[in-house]
């Protein structure tokens, strides 16, 4: 079993940076690809980035040079640092663990999700 617990989410104005944080707990940390996802209001969630030791990040296309996930696993922890933010930003960020967390990895095929934190973009 994995928890996931998120933080960092808040109120910024456009332009703004956040850093969201997931703390994971589990011996097995380093095994799973983690990953983070949104999903607004009215919308589907959605892919925003993931990454797997060894392997390069990946990213939706509306988030490219401007966000960027990285993990310390000896904190079991991961984050996104999210730089320039928009208000079409505005959602529900979730973290995730599962074997792969990649742009194409259907939402129910992840094992575990965190409940999710509130990031709200003003204009």
């Known amino acids: 079993q994995v928890q996931l617990v998120e933080s960092g989410g808040g109120l910024v104005q456009a332009g703004g940076s956040l850093r969201l944080s997931c703390a994971a707990s589990?011996?097995?940390?380093?095994?799973?690809?983690m990953g983070w996802f949104r999903q607004a209001p009215g919308k589907e969630r959605e892919f925003v980035a993931g990454l797997k030791i060894g392997y390069i990040p990946y990213y939706t296309d509306s988030v490219k040079g401007r966000f960027t996930i990285s993990r310390d696993n000896a904190k079991n922890t991961v984050y996104l640092q999210m730089n320039n933010l928009k208000p079409e930003d505005t959602a529900v960020y979730y973290c995730?663990?599962?074997?792969?967390?990649?742009?194409?990895?259907?939402?129910?095929?992840?094992?575990?999700w965190g409940k999710g934190t509130l990031v709200t973009v003003s204009s």
């Open positions: 995730a663990a599962n074997g792969v967390i990649v742009p194409t990895t259907p939402l129910n095929a992840i094992d575990y």
């Open positions: 589990g011996r097995t940390f380093r095994t799973y690809a």
